[in-house]
């Protein structure tokens, strides 16, 4: 299959920090990258970087709590206080894992500062009153989402969320992908910007909706001083701050399409508006949305993207650290299908 038209689509607009990576049945079939990592354009972009792809992790830490009901060691029907007992909200594992748990924003005003406590808003989390029964209605749990599911990963397994993701999921699967990085994994860091200043208004929401509320606490998940500090490099936040390479992002859904546990993650849990996401309706499977042409992954905020597609064998990721819309994934989409 020519990848020309696909190659063209990720190089008609540089985002001067960009990558894009196609596996087709196991081969790395595209490996493209651009720009530099820093703002200053010093350093060079190349295979070794890493860069923060907010929504696009969500997917890795809901294969963590997977990977333990495949060994039979968390029931999707459960409720989640089964395994962690102080949790108040009568919700599933399933319901947790498909964003209809009703706990999508932080229920405590917390500082930026408090992205390093994993212990506080685990407890904030525990406490919490749904906004909704569960399993009645769907909002992304944009930045719960990972410590929802970390924690049951924790509470389970005994070994941190960071941990468990580096020895079960990237070892296996060699994918350069990472939850709190160490000083090496920092120094590989790109360096996020806005294609514009308005670039955190644009993606807030009207005053009070629920993505507004769930966006804004704690505080600097679209602050570029904390995003690109080592306090959230270091830290361990799921849900938005997975650091990994576009080829790391490509590796993790080819293996997952191989795997009994892909069928798991795919399988359609929720179709209907998104009280987050707004707009047309969505459907749901177990961390990632399903896609009418039968592709599932997930995006993330700033126009970063992993999905696979399983009747043609391909894994796809791309990720940028120039924070903007979807219009090079929508391109890279686009040319893949005419491919």
């Known amino acids: 299959m020519s990848m020309e038209a696909v190659r063209q689509a990720f190089v008609e607009d540089p985002r001067g920090g960009s990558a894009l990576v196609v596996i087709e049945d196991g081969r790395v079939v595209l490996d493209l990258h651009e720009g530099w990592r820093d703002a200053a354009r010093t350093v060079p972009w190349d295979a070794e970087t890493l860069v923060n792809v907010y929504s696009v992790g969500k997917p890795v830490i809901a294969l963590a709590a997977l990977l333990l009901v495949e060994r039979g060691r968390i029931a999707l029907d459960d409720p989640i206080a089964r395994y962690w007992p102080q949790f108040q909200t009568h919700a599933s594992v399933r319901q947790v894992l498909s964003h209809t748990a009703g706990l999508p924003t932080f229920p405590v005003p917390r500082p930026a500062e408090s992205w390093a406590e994993w212990d506080v808003l685990c407890a904030d989390l525990a406490a919490a009153t749904p906004e909704w029964p569960p399993g009645t209605v769907a909002a992304e749990h944009a930045l719960t989402y990972g410590h929802l599911v970390g924690e049951l990963v924790r509470r389970v397994d005994g070994r941190s969320p960071g941990r468990f993701v580096a020895e079960e999921i990237a070892e ?168």
């Open 172 to 339: 296996p699967f060699r994918a350069d992908l990472h939850f709190g990085l160490d000083a090496a994994g920092q120094a590989r860091c790109a360096e996020l910007e806005f294609d514009a200043p308005d670039w955190p208004r644009r993606n807030t929401g009207e005053p009070g909706s629920v993505k507004a509320r769930a966006v804004e606490n704690p505080a600097g998940a679209r602050d570029l001083a904390v995003v690109n500090s080592a306090l959230w490099r270091s830290a361990t936040v799921p849900a938005v701050n997975l650091h990994a390479t576009a080829l790391g992002i490509a590796r993790f859904y080819d293996e997952l399409m191989r795997r009994p546990v892909g069928a798991m993650i795919a399988t359609g849990q929720f179709t209907g508006v998104d009280q987050f996401i707004g707009g047309d309706p969505v459907t749901w499977g177990l961390g990632v949305q399903l896609e009418a042409d039968g592709t599932w992954g997930m995006g993330g905020l700033g126009g970063n993207a992993g999905w696979a597609d399983p009747g043609r064998g391909q894994a796809i990721a791309y990720v940028t650290r120039r924070l903007g819309d979807f219009s090079t994934v929508d391109r890279i989409e686009e040319a893949l299908a005419d491919s």
